[in-house]
């Protein structure tokens, strides 16, 4: 049930682009992002519920794509203060239980 | 309380040896989860508390590992006979998950070290 998540991981310059993947095999209820920077516990990004809707926060924004099962996470001019793991989290449409399972995570370093 | 409080922070034992992970989630938190993390890996999901029954137990690795939920409140992960394996960072998170509309908060962890 684990979401897989693309790439591994990436390595940006200051103020360029990234994009990364999660997917599930599974139907999906909603899609969270985290962010966890190194020693930290994972910090909430945002939530898209199924219906294909898209989210931003600063300039990362995201995309959830419900028949694919499939929601992309994409991150603008990227910020040094981006770098860190993301992992998608996937809440499976299976009864009554909300089960949040996570990807195995990104590792996003910006440099300078 | 303000957030998702772990206790210990830190923890060494030894090899063979019973350990107790404690997790005092927010108030009012139906949703209880707790995962594990070894040293650069992702989060391994380990057992979900929905109130103080426990839905899905399929991520506990082993049968030396146990948790338990009361009052819908305070959850503890307990680990008998640990193992080197067992050396990780224990999250665990809690969430009003309605209708997967939010968000969980993690709390800071439990660094398990076995020697």
């Known amino acids: 049930q684990q979401p897989v998540q693309s790439p591994q991981a990436v390595i940006l310059r200051e103020g360029e682009d990234a994009v990364i993947n999660c997917s599930s095999s599974?139907?999906?209820?909603?899609v969270h992002w985290y962010r966890q920077k190194h020693g930290e516990a994972p910090v909430f990004l945002m939530i898209?519920?199924?219906?294909?809707e898209q989210k931003g926060h600063e300039k990362i924004s995201a995309s959830f794509n419900e028949k694919k099962q499939q929601s992309s996470l994409y991150l603008t001019a990227s910020q040094l203060s981006y770098s860190g793991t993301y992992f998608c989290?996937?809440?499976?449409?299976?009864?009554?239980?909300?089960?949040?399972?996570f990807g195995s995570g990104t590792q996003l370093t910006v440099l300078p | 309380g303000a957030g998702v409080s772990q206790s210990p922070s830190n923890k060494v034992t030894e090899k063979g040896k019973d350990v107790e992970l404690r997790c005092d989630p927010i108030?009012?938190?139906?949703?209880l989860y707790w995962y594990r993390q070894s040293l650069g890996q992702g989060l391994e999901f380990l057992i979900y508390?929905?109130?103080?029954?426990?839905?899905?137990k399929s991520g506990l690795p082993s049968d030396r590992f146990s948790a338990e939920r009361t009052g819908g409140s305070v959850s503890t992960l307990t680990i008998q006979r640990t193992q080197q394996e067992d050396s990780a960072v224990y999250l665990c998170?809690?969430?009003?998950?309605?209708?997967?509309?939010?968000?969980?908060?993690f709390g800071q962890g439990t660094r398990l070290t076995v020697v």
């Open positions: 989290g996937t809440v499976i449409s299976s009864g009554s239980a909300r089960q949040l399972t």
């Open positions: 898209l519920l199924k219906g294909g």
């Open positions: 998170a809690s969430s009003s998950l309605r209708q997967g509309r939010t968000e969980a908060f």
């Open positions: 108030s009012g938190h139906t949703a």
């Open positions: 599974k139907a999906l209820y909603s």
């Open positions: 508390f929905q109130g103080n029954s426990a839905p899905d």
